[in-house]
């Protein structure tokens, strides 16, 4: 079915999302494994990891972080060999992210500044303002006569805005992909690095 859509809409992209979670971590290789052969592939794979305030509240626990390490690990090795993305920055981006929140999970431990908030919004479906989807709101577009700026530039917003950057902790890819890898200046160091080597394991490999 995915052969025949993308046959009639050439531009059609199409992405698998999967949660790493306590429920699938001992089948995530073997769920790999299938999607990786699919015919045609998809053009991108997310892969999440668990967080937040999960329904099912086992599907947090005993989490086998070393795994979650491997099946990023192999995406990212897949996505390097030309596989999935093509896209050499959001490559970068992605390998960066998976670097991190390991990191994070690990040690427990703020690894970046989040920027969710500061470099853009979540608005939800009832025109709730937010830094995020697990913070409170800055505000109502409905009860602010839909004057975004009047909420952007609230006390609120501002106090959210400084703890979001300065103390916030968690694994949000959404926001750690794009804004908080883009905006802090290591990880952009880090990526340009990356890049760097990248092109030139390319050339020796010409
Ligand atoms: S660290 Fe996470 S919870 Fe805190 S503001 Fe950023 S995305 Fe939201």
């Known amino acids: 079915m995915l052969k025949r859509q ?7 992209e199409v992405g698998i999302n999967t949660v790493f979670s306590a429920v699938n971590q001992h089948k995530i290789f073997e769920i790999y494994s299938y999607i990786s052969h699919l015919s045609p592939l998809p053009d991108c794979m997310a892969q999440l990891l668990i967080r937040s305030n999960p329904r099912e509240s086992n599907s947090k626990q005993n989490i086998e972080i ?11 090795k897949d996505m390097l060999k030309g596989k999935f993305e093509k896209d050499v ?41 937010g830094p995020c989807e697990h913070k409170p709101p800055y505000g109502s577009l409905r009860n602010n006569r839909y ?10 917003s501002e106090k959210m805005r400084h703890d979001s950057y300065n103390h916030c902790l968690c694994t949000n890819e959404p926001k750690w992909w794009h ?7 290591e990880l952009v160091d880090e990526g340009i690095a990356l890049s760097e080597k990248l092109s030139g394991e390319n050339k020796d490999a010409a």
Not at 179 to 185: L, R
Request: glycine content about 4%; proline content about 1%.
């Open 179 to 185: 804004p908080s890898v883009s905006y802090n200046k």
């Open 147 to 156: 004057d975004f700026k009047k909420i952007w530039h609230s006390d609120l």
């Open 89 to 129: 920055l959001v490559k970068i981006a992605t390998i960066l992210m998976y670097k991190y929140i390991y990191k994070t999970v690990t040690t427990q431990k703020r690894q970046i500044h989040c920027y969710a908030g500061i470099a853009g919004a979540v608005i939800d479906n009832e025109g709730m303002v």
């Open 66 to 76: 070393d795994k979650y390490r491997e099946w990023t690990d192999m995406y990212a």
């Open 6 to 12: 993308k046959e009639k809409f050439k531009h059609l």
